[in-house]
């Protein structure tokens, strides 16, 4: 019997993040949905939309199909490289309003390179 698709997706979707080393807040932070949210999904309780789930594919470097098929995403999320997985240790550190403002600083940055 076929598990429901939000078990699915939630299966693939906490692989994927874990794989991708981030934490349900910071990877919340990265695509704009509450970390409670991710919880749902990655619980199977809630299927995230189309929209949300391409952009949650795309921020954790998987495709789509990885993320909605029973193969899954158990071989197709690609690590972070080092220097990214040390970043986001140190940002998932920071307390809160310290996050707010790196955030800023590194728009910032980004802006400032266009």
Known sequence: MARPLAEVIGENLRLARKRAHLSQ???????HIEAATLSR????HLAP???????LAA??????????????ARAAAPRLPR?????????????????????QLLRGLRNATK
């Open 59 to 72: 921020t954790l470097k998987v495709r789509v199909k990885d993320l909605v098929g029973e193969e899954g």
């Open 83 to 103: 220097d990214q997985r040390e970043l986001l240790r140190d940002y998932e550190a920071l307390p809160a309003e310290f996050r707010r403002v790196a955030r």
């Open 25 to 31: 807040e910071s990877l919340g932070q990265l695509v």
């Open 49 to 55: 939309r189309f929209a949300t789930l391409g952009r």
């Open 41 to 44: 999904y990655e619980n199977g």
